[in-house]
Every structure is written in C-alpha cells, then in structure tokens.
C-alpha cells in the first residue's frame, strides 16, 4: 500500500472523519486527563480537523486551525460557527496568530505527519502564553514498531497516510529547544474502552492480540516565564 501525502489522504477523509476511532477515542481520553479547567482559557486546537473537538470545551475562546479546507468545511454544521469560537486554515509549522495569545494550545495526532518537529514545536512555543500549557499526542512508536500504521477508510478502500515515527527524546528535544517544560507523560493502550471499535469492525482476534499495546503518546508541557 502507497501512502497518500497529508493533503490528499485529509481530502478524501473529509467526509467520514467525525465518525470516532480507536485512536481518537483514546487520544480524547489521555487530553482530557491533561487539560486543565478551560472557563477562563482561552484555547487553540492546532491541527482541529473538522472542529468536532472545539464543540464542547468550556473554553472562554477557541480557535482551531487546519492545514485541510475540506476538513474545515467538513465541519460546517457541526455547531462550531458560534461566538468565542472560529476556525482558520493554516500550517502547524506557520501558524497564522500572533504571540503568546493562548493559555492552552492542543496539537493532537498531528506531527506524525512532519518528517521535521522542530518548527511545529517553535510555532506551538510561540502562540502560548507564559505560564500556558500545549498537549501533544503522537501515534505511539512502539505502535509503529508492531506493525500499525494510521490509516483510513474511503470509497471502499483503506489507505494509509504518510507518517513519521518520533521518538520521545526528539520530543523532549524539539520542546525544549522552544522553552518548553515537560509538565506530564500518558501512554495510552489498547484495552476494554476501546474494545467495542473492534466490535463494530468484527475485529476481536485483532482486538486480543492488541490488548495493552501503547498505541498514544500523550506530552504536556508547560510553558517557562
């Protein structure tokens, strides 16, 4: 199987891609046990896909940002057009927002896709305010070393994305070159929450050879004053 370029794997996934993974399942489970209280935040999801995930934050302001016009209007109609929320189009390596202008910046199961971190987390470093707080989760390398690959389903075929393996060093390395402080680490693995995806596809043999596979990386940093 060739893997599709981002753009191209994001456009074809567009239509279908609100319906919940396991990944992402898991992936909303490691932000939510490191996020903050959000009321008075004011939030930036880099990398917001479609918007689902700016829906229900709490958030005082939200702002998401894609590289991919078909997710963003994909998400037309998904309740995100409201006040305190807007959504924009633009790079993760180039984001178009000015310093220091949120409390909390989400970059979720993006940077996999970068085959370079460093300017993804400089952006990430500069958009946050002292003090503020960016999650990063990542496909997890030993995922990758059992054989997965983030892959999708559309028009009756799955196609895999161009993806590059990170490891926690360079992580730690990219954030702190940007003044970045690890805050907290989550693994997520495969187990009993997520079991029902692997219901719905007939996959349960798949399903006991995966159980306790890390499958997520999840970081936190926080931002040094």
């Known amino acids: 199987m060739t893997a599709l370029g981002v753009r191209e794997a994001y456009r ?5 891609y609100a319906a919940e993974t396991a990944i992402s399942s898991i992936d909303a489970a490691l932000v939510g046990e490191l996020t903050p209280d959000l009321s008075t935040a004011r939030l930036l999801d880099a990398g917001c896909g479609e918007g689902r995930r700016l829906r229900d934050t709490g958030a005082a302001r939200t702002v998401g940002v894609d590289l991919s016009p078909e997710m963003l209007q994909a998400g037309v109609g998904l309740d995100i057009d409201r006040p305190g929320l807007r959504t924009l189009q633009g790079d993760v390596r180039a984001l178009p927002l000015p310093d220091r202008a949120f409390d909390v910046v989400w970059c979720r199961l993006v940077v996999g896709h970068l ?4 300017q993804a987390y400089a952006e990430l470093g500069r958009v946050v305010d002292h003090g503020g707080l960016v999650v990063v989760t990542d496909f ?3 995922a990758q070393a059992a054989g997965h690959r983030r892959s999708f389903r559309a028009n009756g075929q799955v196609h895999e994305i161009e993806h590059y393996v990170h490891t926690l060093q360079s992580h730690l390395a990219a954030a702190g070159a940007v003044g970045l ?3 907290a680490l989550r693994e997520g693995c495969v187990g009993p929450d997520v079991r029902e995806f692997y219901e719905r596809a007939d996959r349960l043999a798949q399903y006991r050879e995966h159980v306790g596979l890390p499958v997520v990386l999840a970081l936190a940093f926080r931002r040094e004053g």
């Open 140 to 142: 997890h390398p030993e």
């Open 115 to 118: 085959r370079e971190i460093e």
């Open 181 to 183: 402080r690890l805050d």
């Open 12 to 16: 074809l996934w567009a239509p279908t």
